[in-house]
């Protein structure tokens, strides 16, 4: 294994050792920035939105949804990567400081468990009138106001989705 191999593995925490440490840096003044997704195949759309959410704050956290949540979100035939090799693909990243796989539907006991000073999404889970997320779409949003953690959204790369992505290789010849 590499150097930066073993770096990115270091990055990928259990959910225990990776409340220990948020715990530990933002009694020391820092703020975590956390988000969440699948993230199947990954895109610019995910690396500008990854990039914008490290700057937030000192450190950033991707909840990665398991293979298993992935099937119930997305279908039957997804992911099309599993989920250590995503988990290390993203762990890679220099603006991703921690990554944990969940296999929940939705991110909120994570969320519980870590109180992110700031949960980050993208902007396409905003109403068309700028209001706050229906609770329906962004599930994770009252369990971030239940204890008074920021939302913030990030502009949507439009054009730019693994769903699209797939049927473009689909119609390839």
């Known amino acids: 294994m590499s150097n930066l191999q073993a770096v990115a593995q270091k990055k990928i925490l259990q959910r225990a050792e990776l409340a220990a440490e948020v715990q530990r840096r933002q009694q020391a003044g820092e703020h975590c920035v956390f988000t969440n997704g699948c993230f199947d195949l990954l895109h610019l759309g995910h690396i500008r939105y990854l990039q914008e959410a490290r700057d937030l704050g000192d450190f950033l956290i991707l909840g990665l949804n398991s293979d298993e949540s992935v099937r119930q979100l997305k279908g039957p035939t997804r992911p099309l990567v599993a989920e250590q090799e ?88």
């Open 86 to 173: 995503r988990a290390e693909i993203l762990a890679a990243l220099s603006c991703i400081d921690y990554v944990t796989v969940f296999p929940e539907r939705t991110a909120g006991a994570l969320i519980d468990l870590l109180q992110p000073a700031i949960y980050v999404k993208g902007a396409d889970y905003v109403g068309a009138h700028g209001e706050l997320p229906d609770p329906q779409r962004l599930p994770e949003a009252p369990h971030v106001q239940a204890y008074n953690g920021a939302l913030r959204f990030i502009s949507y790369l439009p054009n730019h989705s693994t769903t699209a992505l797939i049927e473009k290789i689909k119609r390839l010849p």
